[in-house]
């Protein structure tokens, strides 16, 4: 059974920092795009950050650029995402995702993706 689980999720001021991780089993990811979407409530789920297979190539939306810093470890089939400066804007729940397929110009679409994680909340208080 293919699963991806996050964990990491949590309650900080504004101007913290939380680290995410994705931990994907079921089949190997390696050659995968990875992803993560965020959504807050009532708003529709919107593209974070993406890394290609072997972790060299990454993608942010622009509100998380230069704060989030995405990456990937293919020997134990995880992905994280670092958070620093956040903002009360940030609060949504966090969701991995991951793509059978290449680095594509789509990747910001949630359609692009196989198979998604259940999510974690992260909250960001002023």
């Known amino acids: 059974q293919v699963q991806l689980v996050e964990s990491g999720g949590g309650l900080v001021q504004a101007g913290g920092f939380l680290r995410l991780s994705c931990a994907a089993s079921?089949?190997?990811?390696?050659?995968?795009?990875m992803g993560w979407f965020r959504q807050a409530p009532g708003k529709e789920r919107e593209f974070v950050a993406a890394?290609?297979?072997?972790?060299?190539?990454?993608d942010y939306a622009d509100s998380v650029k230069g704060r989030f810093t995405i990456s990937r470890d293919n020997a134990k089939n995880t992905m994280s995402l670092q958070m620093n400066s956040l903002k009360t804007e940030d609060t949504a729940a966090y969701y991995c995702?991951?793509?059978?397929?290449?680095?594509?110009?789509?990747?910001?679409?949630?359609?692009?993706?196989?198979?998604w994680g259940q999510g974690t909340q992260v909250t960001v208080s002023s």
């Open positions: 079921g089949r190997t990811f390696s050659t995968d795009t």
């Open positions: 890394v290609n297979w072997n972790g060299r190539t990454t």
């Open positions: 995702a991951a793509r059978r397929g290449p680095w594509i110009e789509g990747r910001r679409s949630s359609l692009a993706y196989n198979y």
